[in-house]
């Protein structure tokens, strides 16, 4: 059953605001309803749950416009998913989006400023998160609920479990925040309302935080089930702190792949989830139902309505001699494609490569702007496995598989390459299996001598393609930028070119700046 994330009017929806220019997490949040009155209904606690995972799914209080979380930039533009989406795939070798809104075109190429919009919009996003996170935790602390005299032990024990759950998206919310940015502040419930301006903690102080949250937190979490689908679980957990722990040599200098191997094996090994049968079902609009997804972001076309998301996906990789029909959505947006790299990333008989639509596209990408150069890859689709439309035309069904088995397979992989224990013959298994699921067979199957880490590398670009996992991996194999791995558009120019080191961080925002006297830029900004 998929979940339906519910809003309600709750004083965390004013915490932040991006036209201010100034995330200050420790100023009260305004509103006509507060806790003197919000939390006298008992429901309370879990509706401000549900805001909580609500901000990963959608832009605002009204949906899909009209009451923004955050404002400085269009409301569809504002959405976490889609920000995130476009930081993570927009300057790499995978996509490129057609439009020339004040900031994209910067981001397709590696050239934004501090001031960019879609980087501004993205720090303000994560505190935002950050900041209801915060807040709730204040409003369900033991002195806090005992105040209220309205809670029995029954509802304390759910609480208790609502707070494990905080925690986690507030460590994902960090985790973006430590590999978008680096260094940035770390403000937790402890942190009192009113006080000065927070300080800048280091990139290792915050990657020591979120596995110590992740670590104390993991056993208070529900285990994985249908009823917690979109939820966080322990496996949730656990796959956050693998996620956490491979990039560790960038986040904190000191890599950690024998915990990285050891959290993805504990998700594989936990039964939990198996390998869909279907990738492509991964991908459709009732991938609630896929036994492969760990973490989800739900989108349901009827409840949680956005013009962000994967709404945003769909809509926006179709165009040209696509019939938008064929992807059960009321229309294309011209925009997203594939970069020849990525393309050029999959051979004859690979599956996973069955979605790129080829007719009237070119494989070079000889103008961004222009929709028919690059292929075009409705991989995001709003039609389900049996061949239905989705509930909605405009806002579609389709979750974002944030976390799945797939890529945990190649966590262990990766990890077990780079000296993490493990077994090398379980790491060619488990990729493996992942490319006989690609191919239908073991035609594509590889040998241990294969099995190396450029080309795992690439791996993950065909099997995690634009899954908002590309920059990342860049950074950690030392190829985002410079020039010992050159793509369309890097830097500018159609051929490529090298870029700067210091863009493997994007900027603090100059707002931020201004406003906070404690923060410093990023080198080269």
Not at 368 to 379: L, R
Not at 400 to 416: C, D, T
Not at 472 to 483: A, C, K, Q, S
Request: one cysteine or more.
């Amino acid at each position: 059953m998929k979940i339906k994330i519910g809003m309600i009017a709750l004083a965390t929806a004013a915490i932040l605001t991006g036209a201010a220019g100034c995330t200050d997490t420790v100023v009260q949040p305004k509103s006509t309803i507060t806790s003197a009155n919000i939390f006298n209904d008992p429901n309370s606690y879990k509706a401000f749950l549900a805001k909580l995972y609500a901000g990963l799914a959608v832009s605002g209080e009204q949906g899909p416009a009209g009451n923004p979380d955050i404002s400085g930039i269009d409301e569809g533009f504002s959405q976490y998913l889609r920000l995130y989406w476009e930081a993570e795939e927009l300057p790499t070798d995978e996509a490129a989006i057609a439009w020339n809104d004040v900031g994209l075109p910067e981001m397709n190429t590696q050239m934004w400023a501090a001031s960019n919009s879609f980087v501004v919009a993205m720090y303000y996003r994560i505190y935002f998160q950050v900041g209801m996170v915060n807040e709730f935790l204040r409003e369900t602390s033991d002195a806090a609920l005992a105040s209220r005299g309205n809670v029995d032990p029954a509802l304390k024990a759910k609480i208790g479990q609502y707070r494990a759950e905080a925690r986690f998206l507030r460590a994902l919310a960090y985790w973006h925040g430590m590999d978008l940015f680096g260094n940035i502040p770390l403000v937790t419930e402890a942190d009192p309302l009113g006080a000065t301006p927070p300080k800048q903690a280091t990139r290792a102080a915050i990657y020591s935080f979120v596995v110590s949250e992740l670590k104390a937190i993991r056993d208070s979490l529900p285990q994985p089930g249908p009823d917690m689908y979109g939820r966080a679980t322990t496996q949730a957990a656990n796959m956050l702190l693998a996620e956490v722990y491979l990039n560790a040599g960038v986040y904190a200098g000191a890599p950690d792949y024998t915990d990285a191997l050891t959290a993805a094996q504990a998700v594989i090994n936990s039964g939990a989830y198996s390998l869909d049968p279907s990738y492509q079902h991964l991908f459709e609009a009732d991938n609630n139902t896929s036994p492969e997804i760990i973490f989800a972001v739900p989108q349901d076309g009827q409840h949680t309505q956005t013009w962000g998301g994967v709404t945003f996906l769909v809509h926006a990789s179709c165009g040209g001699n696509m019939n938008n029909a064929s992807y059960g959505i009321d229309g294309c947006w011209w925009g997203l494609r594939l970069k020849p790299q990525a393309y050029n990333l999959f051979s004859a008989g690979d599956g996973r490569a069955s979605t790129f639509y080829t007719n009237g596209q070119t494989v070079d990408m000889t103008s961004i702007p222009n929709f028919n150069a690059g292929i075009a890859d409705p991989k995001f689709t709003n039609m389900t496995s049996t061949g239905h439309a989705g509930s909605n035309a405009t806002f579609v069904d389709t979750d974002f598989p944030m976390f799945r088995l797939g890529e945990a397979y190649l966590i262990y992989a990766e990890a077990a390459l780079r000296g993490g224990g493990g077994s090398r013959a379980q790491a060619l298994a488990y990729v493996n299996a992942l490319r006989e699921r690609a191919y239908g067979g073991t035609g594509g199957d590889i040998t241990d001598a294969q099995l190396t880490l450029p080309f795992l590398l690439n791996e993950r670009g065909r099997e995690l393609l634009w899954e908002a996992h590309r920059r990342t991996d860049l950074v950690r194999f030392g190829e985002f930028t410079g020039g010992s791995y050159v793509w369309a558009w890097k830097g500018g120019t159609q051929a490529g070119g090298a870029t700067d080191s210091f863009r493997d961080l994007y900027p603090i925002p100059e707002s931020e700046l201004v406003a906070n006297p404690n923060l410093k830029q990023n080198p080269g900004y």
